[in-house]
């Protein structure tokens, strides 16, 4: 970490995508050797009882698809049902019920599960840029699929790397899930993109790249640490054309974002010793009204676990950051990479 970050004063920065304020406290502030990166129990489990490992395909929640679509013993990827779902995709959807008070909606939509590889310890940076984008694709297949239903307003792809971000598989794999209403943390991250369009004329995050926060950058895609980053060492990857939804990628930009999300996804464990991590992209709502268009811009978010949320977080939505984003970039930045695209 920067030598002069304890001489500096406590900083509250806008984080104008998500309209929150988040503390940056100097006071706070530890070297990236200091977070302690915790114990997944699931890695010691033997592998042999994994049942998305090659051989135990019968053991999982139905299939929707597999990567290639004819193979057997030889499949890349498999998108299939989640065993536990959250919502029921048997549900007729209806309107349900709203008093004014309060609202409530029958559990219709889709939860899945997409199985990256099927090998136990080979994680999504240990693939190669082609088959890292054809887990990409796979994404925007079964976001296709979803499409086909009127009812589902809002889709979320997520990964959840480790047991202290939610994953209770240590087996690689990430998740599908789409909602027949739009959740509210995106509906407020649109209304907060919309007026400083409004205030602007611009895409607010068509103008995120500034130098000391750049990671690094591929030819349709930028990672940075966001300027009012909420938690250490949070990195965005953004695209650098404009664009609303994630599903609208083509097959070269895949490519192209597989590339720089290995090397990202390297660094972060290279330099925080391997953290259990989110990953989550952001993207519009399916039925958006062309007059949104201009304001909307996905991109996907990566927070390492590496602090805990208290009261105060909980009490305010207000953020305590003990490491500013510029140091979190240049720390990032630092870690030599061999090429991979």
């Not at 999982?60 to 299939?80: L, N, Q």
């Not at 240990?126 to 994404?139: E, N």
């Not at 079964?142 to 889709?155: A, C, L, P």
Request: hydrophobic share 40%; with cysteine; aromatic share 8%.
């Amino acid at each position: 970490m920067a030598s002069d970050e304890t001489n500096r004063s406590p900083e509250i920065r806008k984080d104008a995508i998500h309209n929150r304020w988040v503390i940056f406290s100097p006071a706070r502030a530890r070297r990236p050797s200091d977070f302690k990166s915790k114990t997944d129990p699931n890695d010691s489990k033997d592998r042999t009882e994994c049942p998305f490992c090659a051989g135990h395909e019968h053991e999982c929640a139905p299939e929707i698809f597999r990567v290639p679509p004819e193979s057997t013993s030889d499949w890349r990827i498999r998108v299939i049902q989640n065993l536990y779902p959250a919502l029921s995709r048997r549900l007729d959807f209806t309107d349900g019920e709203n008093d004014g008070c309060s609202a409530a909606l029958p559990g219709f939509g889709f939860h899945d599960v997409v199985i990256e590889s099927p090998a136990h310890r080979v994680h999504l940076e240990d693939h190669s840029p082609a088959r890292i984008a054809d887990v990409l694709l796979a994404y925007i297949q079964r976001i296709e699929q979803i499409r086909e239903f009127d009812s589902i307003k809002y889709v979320q792809v997520f990964k959840n790397h480790g047991a202290s971000a939610g994953a209770s598989m240590s087996h690689p794999h990430s998740q599908i899930m789409a909602l027949p209403v739009v959740p509210p943390t995106v509906s407020a991250r649109l209304n907060s993109m919309k007026e400083f369009f409004l205030q602007t004329g611009k895409c607010s995050l068509c103008q995120v790249k500034r130098d000391d926060l750049v990671i690094d950058e591929s030819s349709h895609f930028i990672a940075v640490a966001p300027f009012a980053a909420t938690f250490p060492f949070e990195i965005w990857v953004v695209p650098r054309d404009h664009s609303s939804h994630f599903h609208e990628l083509d097959h070269e930009k895949a490519l192209d974002l597989a590339g720089l999300l290995k090397v990202i996804l390297i660094k972060m464990s290279s330099q925080l010793k391997d953290p259990p991590y989110n990953l989550m992209i952001h993207t519009a709502p399916l039925q958006l009204d062309s007059s949104e268009l201009p304001f909307t811009h996905w991109f996907i978010q990566i927070v390492p676990q590496l602090t805990l949320t208290g009261g105060f977080e909980l009490g305010t939505g207000c953020y305590i950051n003990p490491v500013f984003p510029e140091d979190a970039a240049k720390v990032l930045r630092d870690v030599s990479v061999p090429n991979q695209r």
